[in-house]
Structure formats: structure tokens, C-alpha cells
């Protein structure tokens, strides 16, 4: 629990600070956990404004107090019981569990708002008895809500068995969307009804009988027989209804547009089409960007720059830095001390950048950022290479911490250098790269002494005297420790520093094999050089790794396939080979599990509704209109200026589990009135008019819970934004051709499916022989 452990740490540091000499203090500068405490207590808010906006969404629909609040219950019981389920199996309460019960607030309503207002309209037309009419009201919608709700397990439950970083992320959210939701399943068949049952009464405004179903089932009609009970339809002739004017324009829409299948068919395609032009638009990324209040910037003086001298530059800039009215404080790491992972160098430096709270400053951290790039970076390009980069949710910092990261491997260290600088020039030249460089730095001025080893022979002399000999005069070695008192130092023997002079070093003299000294002048040759600060190998070969910090709105796909293309042109050898590296890396991986576990999950609720439909057909009816809501889920995200990111496709897959249960509700209740006899355009107008009113709530409601997510500000926000914006935006903008779509696709494949049993059935008696066998005479 990272939030108990900074509070103990902070008692700690209160009670040292009380008995610190005079002159030392001790000031907190980085506390990862202010940012946790601020967005899990944002998530909270958002999670009760949620549940008000959805509980506000079905009091304006039933106009009732009472259905309100057996509908609203559901939310509190819900929640309570996943905490409690989420407690047993050890999971944290954190941002990610949080905003998947943000989500929830929204979905574990819609159970309980299909059967109440089943009940309600059971109780209106059919049954004034509320008992009797909420267990035939329950019973009418129990297959479609047990299937919404398994197939809506099934979404999730790929989620939770992802590997990896993405399976770190996800896992908790999956396993709290399942838990959420198979509860809410329980209070919908159980306590719902049970207080439909004690608390609804008929309403004789609003009592009307509804009409009864054919004696005889009505036959199949021919197509054109169904245009024209279509049109009876639109022209308000076919069946006596007393609906509201909503029931009445979606009516004749519907029956428009199953009279004219082909202007849906139309829609769809132009929806599909639509993708091509849409997706180059949509940028590209790991994780979406978040105002976390603290960001880096990694300092590199000049090679050969001493330690000092780095110091200097860096703290100029820092003091600019903070001169910027956003900026609270600065904490500034010059090189690196031995073990320090971080490997910076004598002339590296970082500078660790703490903003006020939101609230208290007027630009973003993205606005602070690019004023540094803007501003500060030219006025100290001459003493400093400047990278400024948020502070990566993967740890590191540098090219570890950019979320672009490509890797070139090969043998020879000057070739990796060349294509390194090109590939670099392509990343420049682009308009949405804020900085780019590669990690192989220019070599440090070195003396060699290449031994002559033929003459070192002759002599007697080995190279590994030669070796021995400068490693102790010129690195030094430890020979003993001397002890004073309670303190112990190391005796170190090494040559003076007059003596290491680069025109001393060849009067050094090393031993041979017969005892005499001999000068290194006569078995060496002094070279000067330039040797590399360090040598980076992945799988097992040296490489060099091209990094870059990228602009808002970037394109992590485009960049990356930007460098595929300069790396085609450069025409690399054989044994030179690309790969990536960090966000970049974990980026192509989303996007190959994101696509497995929608695979996945198509196949699991194919099963789940499968079996409950007991029919191959239908299932293919209700998956067929997930695909249809990608292109209003793409186009959403250009509405609001996001990326499709790690959490923007979790949202995709949250829109299928909503979509998916719309198309049950719709297709369930056209089978169960085409069973009571009521012909297929009867029973398909019936059915969706039915069926209008539970949709429309459960999808403003789900929309309404989301709204506070959308609207949010400050820490978290980023990732609210993301997954809130592509399921409100993809949700809204295709509810409409979905409430018209799914009865079209529902005609569309029953029609195939009778064609195809003729078609068997033609086969059949023409090849199989059917007749008795001929009698014979005994």
C-alpha cells in the first residue's frame, strides 16, 4: 500500500526533523503518492456523480419516485458487493479498479432497468395485479438479461488473463467489471422484482390493453408482401397502438427503413468506408497523457565536460526553470554515483521538475513543457543538448523513458553510428517530434599502447606484465588498509600524477623473464585515440538505440512506420537488423493482445448466446453489429482530439459489451412474438417499439455515469478522457443506426437461412431415395 508507506515515511521524517542539528533540514521534493491520492480521490467523486446522473436519467424517464429507487439500488449493492469480493481475492483499491467501477455504475443499473420496465409495462397493458404481471414481466426478459449479462463476462474475461505490462494494467479492471456486473445480475432477478412486486401500482392514465397475438400463426410472407405491411405500418394502419411520440417517429423510421433494407445496407457500407479516411487521422500511443504535475528534463554537456563544470550549466537552467510561475521546485542529479543505475556520465545531468496542483497555476504541464522547448532549450544550446519528456509510467529516464525507442544491432560500431545519424535526420525532419538523438555517444580521448609483441619476445617480456604494470601505475590497486582508531582506509599504490603524463608513460619499465627492467619504450607504441563511453549489445550484439520525445497529438504508429521506411531505404546488410524498444515495444504488443482478446471474446459470447438462444443463427445476428460501432468509436476519438491508446481500446471493448446488449434485447423479444404468431414485420415492429424505451435508458443512463469521466480536469484526467470518450462518443454516435440496423440484419439472415434450407431441402429429395423397396413373390 504505497499511500501507508509515504505516511509512515512522513511521520519518520516529521519526528527527525525535530533533532536535526541547526543548519540541516529535510524537505520532501518527489512523492509519487501525491498523484495516487489526488486521482483515486478524483475517481470517487466521479464514481457518485456517475451514479446520480444515471439515477437522474431514469427518474426523468419513468417520472416516478418509487421506480427510481428499486432502479437505483441496484447501483449501492452492486458497488458494496464488489468491494467485498475484490477485498477477498487481495486486489488494491486504485485508480484502475476505480474507474472500472466508474464504468460499472452505468452497466449494473441496466438489469434492473429492463426488468422494472418490463414490469411497468406489463402492469400498463396486460395484468393490473403488480405480482402476477412483474413474475410474467421477469420471466418475458430473463434469457435476454442472463444472456446480456454472460456474454458482457465474456468481454472481460480475456482481459483478465493478459500477460505483461498490458495484463499489470487491465487484469484488476476486467476482474472488477466481471464481479460488478454478474452481481448485478442477482439484485435484477431478485431483489428488482421483489420490490416491483410491493411498491409499483397501475396507473389508470396510462393503463391501455394491448393488442393480442394472431389465433392462427401467421404465415411467412414474400418480400413483397412484407414491403406493403411495412408501409401499412408507416401509415400508422397495421396494428392499433397507444404509443408516445417517441414510440411513434422511431416506428415509422423503422418501418422506412425495413420497407428500403437497402438504404441500411448503404449506411453500413459508408460507415465501414468511412474507416479508411478516418483512421490515418488518429494518432497513436502507448498511454495517454496525463497532467501529472512533474516532468524531467535530462541535461548533456559536451563530452569530456568535467563534473563541475556540468554542475554550473545545469544549475543556470534549473534556476531558470524555476523561475517559471507553474514551477514549484527543482531537484537537480549531476552524474552518478558508482552503481547508480542510471549511467550518467561526469557531463549528464537531471532535472527533476515538481508544478503546483492544478488548481493553483493557469497552463497545463503539456504548455510548461513545450514553453522549455520553446524558450529555454535555444537560449542554452550552446552549453547544453536539452530533452524534456514526462516521466514514463515504465521508470527510467533518458532514451529509457521516450516513447519512441528503435534499436539497430550490428557488428561494426561505425556503421551503427551512420544509420543511427539517419535515421535520426528522418526523426527531425518531422513536424511531430519535439527531440531526437541516438545513445552512441563520441569516444573519450584515450592513450593506446599497442605492444610489439614480436620484439616484447625477443626481449622476454609478456603482455601480461605489460598489462599488470600500467593497471598499477596508472589505474592504481589497493595493497592494504591502515587502521586508525575506529576508522579504515584503503592503502592505494599508484604513480604520481606528473608521472602519468602523457610523455612519461614510455619510461614506465616492466619486468621480463630474467629479472632485468626494461623501458615500455622498447615493446610499445603510444597511439592516441578516441575510445566509446560505453557499448550497448541486445541479444547478444552491439547496438545502438535511436530515441525520441514526442509533440502532443503525435503518432506513435506513424513515427515508428516512418523509420520502417528509412530503414528500408538505407539498404542494411545482412547482419544488421531493427527492432524496438520500451513504450514503442509495448505499444505493438497492445495492440496483438488487445486484438487476441477481441477474438477471443467474439468467440466466448458466440457460445454464451448460443447456448442461449439455442440457435448458430442469431448469435451471427447480434455479433454482426459490433463491427458497426469501430468507425463511430474512431471517429469520436478525432471529435475530441484523443489517441487510440492502451485505455481507448479498452473502451472498444467496453462498447462492444453495450452494444452487444441492445441487439440481445431487440432480437430476443422479435423471436418471442414471432413465436406467439405474430408475422415477422409485425413482430419486429412490435418488438423494437417495445423495447425502444428500456434502450434509450440504459444507454443515457451508462452515459450519464460516464459523463463526470469526460468532463474531468487535473490528475487522472488523461486517462479518464481516454476510455470515456470513445465509449460516450462511439456509444451516441451509433445508437442510431443500431436501433435500425439490427432488425435489417436480423431479415437479412433469417432470409438467408430459409434460402438455405430450400436449398437442402432441393438436394435432398433430389438424391436421397425415399422410396419403399419393391415387394417381391415368396
Known amino acids: 500500500n504505497a499511500i501507508a508507506v509515504a505516511d509512515g515515511l512522513t511521520a519518520e521524517i516529521e519526528a527527525i526533523r525535530e533533532d536535526l542539528p541547526a543548519g540541516y533540514a529535510i524537505e520532501v521534493v518527489r512523492d509519487e503518492t501525491t498523484f495516487v491520492r489526488t486521482a483515486v480521490h478524483a475517481v470517487q467523486e466521479h464514481l457518485i456523480l456517475g451514479a446520480l446522473f444515471a439515477v437522474l436519467v431514469v427518474l426523468l424517464f419513468l417520472r416516478s419516485g418509487r421506480s427510481t429507487v428499486i432502479s437505483a439500488l441496484a447501483i449501492p449493492i452492486s458497488i458494496i458487493a464488489t468491494f467485498a469480493v475484490l477485498g477477498a481475492l487481495d486486489q488494491t483499491l486504485n485508480v484502475i479498479t476505480l474507474l472500472a467501477l466508474t464504468l460499472a455504475v452505468g452497466i449494473v443499473i441496466d438489469d434492473a432497468i429492463v426488468v422494472l420496465e418490463n414490469a411497468i409495462r406489463f402492469l400498463q397493458e396486460r395484468d393490473p395485479d403488480p405480482r402476477t404481471a412483474t413474475l410474467a414481466a421477469t420471466k418475458d426478459v430473463g434469457l435476454a438479461v442472463l444472456a446480456t449479462t454472460l456474454s458482457l463476462c465474456a468481454v472481460f474475461v480475456p482481459v483478465v488473463f493478459m500477460e505483461g505490462i498490458v495484463g499489470r494494467f487491465l487484469g484488476s479492471f476486467g476482474l472488477t467489471m466481471t464481479v460488478a456486473v454478474m452481481v448485478s445480475l442477482v439484485v435484477a432477478f431478485s431483489l428488482t422484482p421483489m420490490l416491483c412486486a410491493r411498491w409499483l401500482k397501475r396507473d389508470p392514465k396510462h393503463a391501455h390493453h394491448r393488442p393480442e397475438p394472431p389465433a392462427e400463426p401467421a404465415p411467412r410472407l414474400g418480400r413483397q408482401a412484407e414491403k406493403a405491411r411495412y408501409r401499412q405500418w408507416l401509415r400508422g394502419e397495421a396494428v392499433p397502438m397507444q404509443d408516445g411520440l417517441l414510440e411513434r417517429v422511431y416506428g415509422r423510421v423503422l418501418a422506412w427503413c425495413m420497407a428500403h433494407r437497402w438504404a441500411i445496407g448503404v449506411a453500413i457500407a459508408v460507415s465501414f468506408a468511412s474507416l479508411k479516411v478516418v483512421m490515418p487521422h488518429v494518432p497513436t500511443s502507448f498511454l495517454p497523457e496525463d497532467d501529472e504535475g512533474r516532468f524531467e528534463i535530462l541535461l548533456e554537456a559536451p563530452q569530456g565536460t568535467s563534473l563541475a563544470a556540468t554542475e554550473l550549466a545545469s544549475e543556470r537552467l534549473a534556476r531558470a526553470v524555476r523561475a517559471l510561475p507553474e514551477v514549484e521546485h527543482t531537484v537537480l542529479l549531476v552524474g552518478s554515483e558508482e552503481g547508480d543505475v542510471s549511467g550518467r556520465g561526469d557531463n549528464e545531468s537531471l532535472l527533476y521538475v515538481g ?293 481507448a481500446m479498452l473502451g472498444v471493448l467496453v462498447l462492444f459489451g453495450i452494444v452487444k446488449k441492445n441487439a440481445i434485447l431487440q432480437i430476443d423479444h422479435m423471436l418471442h412474438l414471432m413465436k406467439e404468431g405474430w408475422s415477422r414485420p409485425d413482430a419486429i415492429m412490435l418488438a423494437n417499439r417495445d423495447r425502444l424505451r428500456p434502450i434509450l435508458m440504459t444507454t443515457l443512463a451508462f452515459v450519464a455515469g460516464m459523463a463526470p469521466l469526460m468532463i474531468s480536469t487535473g490528475a487522472g484526467s488523461g486517462t479518464n478522457h481516454a476510455i470515456a470518450g470513445i465509449v460516450l462518443g462511439g456509444q451516441s454516435l451509433a445508437l442510431g443506426l443500431t436501433l435500425l440496423a439490427t432488425p435489417v440484419l436480423f431479415t437479412w439472415l433469417d432470409d438467408l437461412q430459409a434460402l438455405t434450407h430450400r436449398a437442402f431441402e432441393k438436394v435432398r429429395h433430389r438424391f436421397v431415395d425415399v422410396k419403399e423397396p419393391a415387394a417381391t413373390d415368396a
Open 355 to 647: 508544478l503546483r496542483d492544478a488548481g493553483e497555476r493557469e497552463r497545463s504541464q503539456t504548455e510548461v513543457m513545450q514553453e522549455i522547448r520553446e524558450e529555454l532549450k535555444p537560449a542554452f544550446a550552446d552549453q547544453l543538448t536539452i530533452t524534456v519528456s514526462a516521466i514514463s509510467a515504465m521508470g527510467g529516464s533518458g532514451a529509457q523513458a521516450a516513447p519512441i525507442q528503435y534499436v539497430i544491432r550490428g557488428p561494426e560500431l561505425a556503421r551503427l553510428e551512420e544509420y543511427a545519424e539517419h535515421l535520426v535526420g528522418v526523426l527531425d525532419a518531422m513536424p511531430e517530434i519535439a527531440s531526437a538523438d541516438h545513445t552512441l555517444r563520441p569516444g573519450t580521448p584515450e592513450l593506446r599502447l599497442e605492444v610489439d609483441r614480436a620484439r616484447a619476445a625477443e626481449l622476454g617480456v609478456s603482455v601480461a606484465a605489460v598489462a599488470e604494470t600500467l593497471g598499477t601505475l596508472v589505474g592504481g590497486r589497493d595493497v592494504t588498509d591502515l587502521q586508525l582508531g575506529t576508522e579504515q582506509y584503503d592503502v592505494r599504490v599508484q604513480a604520481t600524477e606528473v608521472a602519468r603524463a602523457r610523455g612519461e608513460l614510455e619510461r614506465f619499465t616492466v619486468r621480463a623473464s630474467s629479472g632485468r627492467l626494461v623501458p615500455l619504450a622498447q615493446v610499445t607504441r603510444l597511439r592516441e585515440g578516441v575510445g566509446p563511453t560505453a557499448i550497448e549489445r541486445m541479444s547478444r550484439q552491439r547496438s545502438v538505440t535511436v530515441y525520441a520525445t514526442t509533440l502532443p497529438g503525435a503518432s506513435t504508429a506513424t513515427i515508428l512506420q516512418r523509420l520502417e521506411e528509412a530503414t528500408v531505404e538505407l539498404a542494411m546488410p545482412a547482419d544488421y537488423s531493427t527492432d524496438l524498444a520500451g513504450r514503442a515495444k509495448e505499444f505493438g504488443r497492445t495492440a496483438k493482445a488487445f486484438g487476441v482478446a477481441i477474438l477471443l471474446s467474439f468467440i466466448f459470447m458466440y457460445l454464451v448466446i448460443a447456448a442461449q438462444f439455442e440457435s448458430w443463427l442469431h448469435p451471427v445476428t447480434i455479433l454482426a453489429t459490433l463491427p458497426m460501432t469501430v468507425p463511430f468509436a474512431m471517429i469520436s476519438l478525432l471529435i475530441f482530439g484523443q489517441s487510440l491508446n492502451l485505455f
